[in-house]
């Protein structure tokens, strides 16, 4: 638990990204992931259409680019991974970044099992028609199978529906029967942790050549698809019902709320892969140049996406002569059952379905390679040396967390309906790390770490938001994740029983408890009085003032002119 005493500080010098722009396209790709796709375009239309953008504009300046530029300060100064960062910011919230790594890990060994989805799509794609493309197949339930999409006939489900519950997830009738292992899917699951291990298993050294592949494969397909969804007839009704303003909503709070939160989720806060991934950068990189860079190319992404996407929802409409409301949706039920529905109906499907997969692969790898990295810095950072003894290479202890996230994830494709929420514990930790750096060890701090890396403090606008607006509305979107907090679904029908929900809830407190816990560790471990304790828990040991590279003149021009 002494974490900020860790052997950290090693005689061997801390590995570099080879190039700024490797730092770049790695941070694109963890922020960009499958969430631009399956989460923005929904919840633009659900909350105003082309009006939201005016609040997730705004929550993007005052939230996403100054914490942004907070977690990446912190991550390039002190060289660290989030556990040890913090714990030398703030030994009192040290269980912040132990948290971080928690939640992060917890979430790679789900995440992955969306990619092994992907693969299983994949693969399926090359047959010579799509198997989600009618329902004459063995695992269709042909008295209610549509070959479309049933509209308002509840008791109909399309072919693409059949095929992700029925032959992907081959689906129990409830929870608590867990049926047995999906083999298939095991086998992809161990290719899709193969394939994530030799991406990472060299450090940023090798995560750094496979972004320039992975981050910006996407656009290709994104933009491809863009043109040619926009010339399918109906394409224009999608578009059109995915930015027409409803400037109404602007006067209701839970849509500001859901552009902050959207926001928030996206570019990745407070998972810790953004302080782990700057502490590889030179310490005079210039860091608000890449903050706007990788925050910009965030949002710019999911607008483009929500045109993607809406203009193939209208061509289905169109098809099937359903409004466009019946069709759109989010989440995986997008990419695993709408998408695909689209595809069986495009001219040259064959074509389309591999590349929006392997799209979405590269999407999902990405953010993947940030997750991990967050357990292998960790493990590095406070460990290296005696992990080293025993394993003798990095590479068999990134072998290690990759084997250990793997069997973690089996029980992910057990034949199970699948349901995996963090906002409420994430939202409780981002509002202990905004707590932490910007209100305990203070905005002056955090102006003289960007002084010193920079050789200019940051302006105005980013103190007064470091100060006082992004905590309020981290606080804001806390306490509506509580207020507004629902029982888990699946479909339209199926309610999780109460012992699953005290069960979500368990996995979210295996993250956040990490926060009391290293409170009270710390408290207890220091000497003196319960004040002395306390006043001693709040000092950091960072050190301001030594600093060991200068920052060159060519960024402090570049901060400048930013």
Known sequence: MSLAK????STEPRETWGRRLEFVLASIGYAVGLGNVWRFPYLCYRSGGGA????YLIMLFLCG?????MEFTVGQYTRLGPVHAVAKICPL???VGLATVVISYVLCTYYNVLMTWALYYLLHSFSSSLPWQSCNNTWNSVGNCSTGFPGNATHLQSASQQFFDHKVLEMTTGIEHSGGIRWELFGLLILAWAIVYFCIFKGVKSTGKVVYFTATFPYFILFALLINNVQLPGAKDGILFFLMPNWSKLLEVQVWVNAAAQIFNSIGISFGSMISMASYNKFNNNILRDTFIVSLANSATSIVAGFVIFSAIGYMAHIHNLPVDDIATDGPGLVFVVYPEVFSTMPVSQLWAPLFFIMLLCLGLDSQFAMVEVAVTFIMDGF?????QVFKRKEIIVLMVCSVGFLLGIP?????????????SLMFLAFFEVLAITLIFGVKRLSVMVENMLGKKPNLFFRVCWQFLSPML??????SSIVQYTPARYGKSYTYPLWAEVVGWFISLVSIIWIPLGAVH???????????????SLTPTVDLESVSEKPSSESIALFTAA
């Open 6 to 9: 860790a052997d950290h500080q």
């Open 52 to 55: 939201f953008l005016i609040p």
């Open 65 to 69: 680019i100054p914490l942004l530029f």
């Open 93 to 95: 919230f040290k269980g």
């Open 384 to 388: 290296g040396k005696k992990v080293l």
């Open 412 to 424: 992910h494709i057990t034949r199970l309906m699948d349901h995996y929420t963090a906002v409420v």
């Open 474 to 479: 981290v606080l804001g979107i806390l306490i």
């Open 522 to 536: 710390e408290l207890w471990t220091t000497e003196g009085s319960l004040l002395q304790r306390l006043k001693k």
